[in-house]
C-alpha cells in the first residue's frame, strides 16, 4: 500500500482521491473472512458513527437482493429486534467511540455473533479481551476519509 498523504484539512482532496488505495488495502485485512464464515446469520447490523457508517451506507444496497440484510445503526445500544442469529459488526476507527463501544456491549449481553473493526483503541482491546475477531485497520487517517 501506498503512504497514505497527510491528514490536514487542506489534504482532504487527496485522501478522498486514495480511496482505491483503502479499498484495495482492505481486501487483504485478516478478519475479513470471519463474516463470509458465519453460517445461520440472518441480519447484519453495522453499529457506528460518521466515516465508520458511511461504509455500511455503501455496501447496503448491494446486499438488497440477497438472502441476509444490512441495517446500519447509528445510536447506542442495538435495534429492539436484534438477537444470536445476528451478526453486528461494530465498526469505529479511533476504537474509541461511546456509542459504538455501547452496541458492542449490548450485543454481548443479547448472545449475538460480534467483529470489530478499528484501527485500535478500546474497541481493540474488548474485542481482544472477549476473543472477539477484530479487523484492525491501518491508522493515521482522520476518520472522515477512512472508508
Keep these: 500500500m501506498s503512504e497514505w498523504p497527510s491528514a490536514g484539512s487542506g489534504d482532504m482532496f487527496r485522501l478522498v482521491a486514495a480511496l482505491p488505495d483503502q479499498l484495495r488495502a482492505s ?85 449475538c455473533r460480534r467483529l470489530a473493526i478499528a484501527s485500535g483503541g478500546e474497541l481493540v482491546t474488548r474485542a481482544g479481551v472477549d476473543g472477539v475477531p477484530a479487523v484492525t485497520l491501518p491508522g493515521g487517517l482522520p476518520p472522515r476519509a477512512s472508508l
Design 27 to 111: 481486501a487483504a485485512l485478516a478478519g475479513l473472512d470471519t463474516v463470509a464464515a458465519a453460517p445461520g446469520v440472518r441480519r447484519l447490523v453495522l453499529c457506528g458513527m460518521g466515516g465508520s457508517a458511511i461504509a455500511g451506507d455503501l455496501v447496503q444496497p448491494l446486499l438488497a437482493a440477497g438472502q441476509v440484510s444490512l441495517t446500519v445503526w447509528r445510536d447506542y445500544g442495538l435495534p429492539a429486534w436484534t438477537g444470536p442469529d445476528d451478526l453486528v459488526i461494530c465498526a469505529s476507527y479511533s476504537g474509541h467511540t461511546e456509542e459504538t463501544l455501547a452496541a458492542y456491549a449490548e450485543a454481548g449481553r443479547r448472545g
